[in-house]
């Protein structure tokens, strides 16, 4: 392995730690009283460190505040694809006018906020299963979150 400058997420790992307790975990359905899901909907491990570091390497170089966004909203594709199409139909909505039209979305915040970054947006679009795999990823990661997970500890090269 080749060494390489890097520097610790610290936005990643303060969005770990306050365990998105919101809309993003609400998407999957309690498991039954029975204890364990049932096969079908039975969670596949965390990624390991190799695999999370390939998932992320396009987003890797990203602020510490888009890269919160994006992995937020990767847990919303169907309203990522909602929002890509609105941004390609509406490319002149910038500022006030921007934040006025995304008042009157239902999309979830972390998705709104793409919309000011239209690139981000459409290549999330353009890669829907890798988006689907990175939210997955992320919620996977946040479900069984643990201080010294991969997640904590990544390191990405910084310029």
Known sequence: MNPRPS???PGVVALLAMGL???ALAQGSPPPAG???PPAQKQKPPLKAEELEALTAPIALYPDPLLAQVL???TY???VVEAARWSKANPKVTGKDLEDAMQKQTWDASVKSL??????LAMMNDK???????GDAFLAQIKTFDPDSTWTKAEVPKP
Do not use: I, K, N, V
């Not at 919309?115 to 981000?120: L, M, N, R, Y």
């Open 72 to 74: 937020m909203a990767s």
């Open 128 to 134: 829907l299963d890798w988006t689907q795999q990175l």
């Open 115 to 120: 919309c000011s970054f239209p690139d981000t």
């Open 21 to 23: 307790s919101g809309p």
């Open 7 to 9: 520097r610790c997420r």
């Open 77 to 79: 594709p169907l309203e």
């Open 35 to 37: 204890g364990s899901p």
